[in-house]
């Protein structure tokens, strides 16, 4: 399968299943994982995200995440994290995505230090270099660095980028967006915005919660798409306390230990990253119980 737009859909941010005294990538278990994913409902995935805890892994184990994936659910259905410190590391990056044969990347602005404009524009001019479409990640509240709707609007006119992966929280930007740069992909990035994001015009997901829930998540995301809300509003309440952890601090962790619950891959994550307190744990327990007593999966 190819599709004309291979980051549109539900994009799942996957977690990588971790094992052994050194935490190793289990990439066996990874290639099962988005193979389900794919059965389940969702358009693809992406690897190498924060989700996948990209920043403690070595550049071999980076690679071989990506090349498990696209061996997996073939290229059209991957779209890899390509952050890093540098442009010239991302572009290579953007490199390797690109002869493993995906169909596009992600790519956060600068992030090691509060970039302007000019910085921001060198960076995704050196990384669109590698010919792989690149999908923008607004994550101010970690980057520093804010791609407000002008912003984007630049950079997709002088084609840089084909969306934006909007992890604001901010609804409105999906309007003023929309006037600035009707041709740009919005994709939601916070699950917890999701039904709003999609009404207000956005055609892609790069998703946390499908780890563990995929058919639940894809039926939910195809009904606000769609503007069934009457399918859609009950859903997304029963998944919403669930759907919140993903712009929490803790997500990953939170999200893995639903993971555990749903029977999924989900296990332990590399330091620095520490377990949930008690009463976080709890909560994500009672709260992924919860869901999973009522037949959602």
Request: charged share 25%; aromatic share 6%.
């Amino acid at each position: 399968m190819t599709r004309e737009k291979p980051w549109r859909g539900v994009m799942v941010a996957t977690a990588l299943p971790l094992g052994g005294e050194d935490l190793a990538p289990d990439l066996a278990r990874y290639a099962e994982h988005c193979r389900w994913l794919v059965a389940g409902g969702c358009d693809g995935v992406v690897p190498n995200g924060s989700l996948g805890e990209y920043q403690t892994l070595t550049a071999e184990e980076r690679a071989g995440v990506v090349e498990t994936a696209v061996e997996a659910v073939g290229g059209d259905r991957v779209m890899p994290g390509i952050a890093a410190y540098g442009a010239l590391e991302a572009r290579r990056w953007a490199e390797q995505a690109r002869d493993a044969g995906c169909g596009a990347v992600m790519l956060l602005p600068p992030n090691a230090y509060r970039a302007d404009e000019r910085a921001v524009f060198e960076h995704y001019r050196e990384v669109a270099r590698a010919g792989v479409p690149i999908v923008a990640y607004n994550n101010p509240l970690d980057t520093k660095v804010d791609l407000t709707p002008r912003l984007l609007a630049r950079l997709h006119e002088e084609g840089l980028i084909v969306g934006v992966k909007e992890f604001t929280g901010d609804v409105r930007r999906a309007y003023e967006l929309a006037e600035l740069a009707p041709g740009l992909d919005l994709l939601v990035g916070s699950d917890d915005v999701l039904v709003e994001l999609l009404l207000a015009g956005a055609v892609g997901w790069v998703a946390g919660y499908p780890n563990a829930l995929p058919h639940s998540c894809a039926a939910l995301y195809a009904a606000a798409a769609a503007g069934d809300l009457a399918t859609a509003l009950p859903l997304y309440r029963s998944l919403h306390p669930l759907l919140r952890w993903d712009s929490k601090t803790e997500f990953v962790q939170a999200i893995k230990l639903s993971m555990d619950l749903a029977g999924r891959p989900g296990g332990p994550c590399r330091p620095p990253r520490t377990p949930l307190t008690p009463e976080q744990e709890a909560a994500v327990r009672t709260a992924t119980e919860k869901v999973l007593a009522e037949g959602l999966r």
